[in-house]
């Protein structure tokens, strides 16, 4: 949930996000933040420090939990380590030269990841024991309302498993046919991030208040989508598995090489997207600002 024209280095500027409450049950003053972020886990944790990387420097992240580290923090049954190349589960920012194991044990990821707050200074940005309980857009403001508490969360169908018609300004990490069964699923999520900050700069190069996904644009990707799962071991043969929801579609597994999706959430194409203006930016600017305002895409140099 983001506003990427207020990247105020204080750490609680002005922002878009607002917040009511901080924490169960307890009322503070209404809060603006930036860029909100739901979860500590590889998605949230990733997605903090590319953003701070960026400039991006008003942001919080919500933890429901009071630790860090998401499903490396849940599960820590005996034998569990993660099931491919420890280089490979890890982020590509910030490689971890002392695995002790090719597939390393759950300790050390959770370690790594804790390693990784502490190295990126996240701690001031990270509210523990807070969970995200209601999110509401107000479209006067272009700004999504938060509420803390408990209560749950729904997946519908996303565009790049990244982006939802009718929710401006948020972006879902690890959505819906991201998953992979063969190799590290960091690299989808270094994938969106990518993506995210791509539609975080091109917002902020033309002066925008909003980035929402056409109903179009998402439905023509999922029908490509569920086109290339059907000959697929998940798909073909009538067997049903984890993979398929009760109607037997499949809105897990990303069904081609991941490079390709490495490659199609590097881009931001804009026409995919119903683009707003931000009541403080003069129209002009919208137009022209960046240079690249009649351009097709807007790419993610890095
Ligand atoms: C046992 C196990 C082994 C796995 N091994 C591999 C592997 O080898 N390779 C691989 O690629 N993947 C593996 N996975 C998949 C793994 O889940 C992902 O790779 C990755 O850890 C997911 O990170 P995430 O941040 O998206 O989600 P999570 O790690 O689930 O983190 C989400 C965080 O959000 C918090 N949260 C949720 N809702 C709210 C809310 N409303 N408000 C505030 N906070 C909230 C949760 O408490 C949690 O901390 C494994 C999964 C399991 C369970």
């Known amino acids: 949930m983001t506003d990427p ?10 922002v878009a996000a607002r ?32 953003l701070l990387q960026e400039g991006y420097r008003d942001l919080l992240i919500l933890e429901r939990a009071d630790e860090v580290g998401g499903t490396w ?20 920012f910030a ?17 790594y990841l804790k390693r990784c707050v502490d190295g990126y200074d996240l701690t001031p940005r990270l509210r523990l024991g807070c969970e995200l309980q209601r999110a509401t857009w107000a479209p006067g403001r272009l700004r ?18 990244t982006t939802v018609a009718g929710f401006p300004n948020l972006f879902l990490m690890a959505g819906p046919n991201t998953g992979v069964g063969h190799t590290s699923l960091i690299y989808m999520i270094e994938s969106q991030i990518n993506h995210l900050i791509s539609c975080m700069r091109m917002m902020r190069d033309r002066g925008l208040g909003t980035v929402e996904v056409r109903a179009e644009a998402q439905h023509a990707h999922n029908t490509e989508l569920q086109n290339r799962m059907a000959p697929t071991v998940w798909a073909a043969g009538g067997c049903s598995g984890w993979y398929q929801d009760r109607t037997g579609r499949i809105t897990t597994i990303w069904p081609a090489p991941t490079w390709r999706f490495r490659h199609r959430t590097r881009a931001i194409a ?19 600002k960046s240079g690249r305002a009649g351009a097709d895409e807007v790419q993610l140099r890095s």
């Open 144 to 161: 999504w309302d938060l509420r803390t508490s408990t209560g749950p969360l729904t997946s519908p169908q996303a565009h790049l498993g």
């Open 5 to 14: 024209h207020s990247t105020d280095p204080a750490p609680h500027g002005p």
């Open 270 to 288: 804009p026409k995919e997207y119903v683009l707003t203006a931000s009541p403080h930016t003069p129209k002009r600017h919208i137009s022209d």
């Open 73 to 92: 923090r849940d599960n820590a049954y005996p034998g569990c380590a993660c099931d491919v190349p420890s280089r490979l589960y890890s982020f590509s």
């Open 95 to 111: 490689p971890n030269p002392t695995w002790s194991r090719r597939f390393a044990p759950q300790e050390e990821i959770e370690q």
């Open 19 to 50: 917040h009511r409450r901080i924490g169960p049950g307890r009322t503070s003053p209404e809060r603006h933040v930036s860029v909100v972020i739901v979860g500590a886990g590889f998605a949230g944790l990733g997605t903090a420090i590319r």
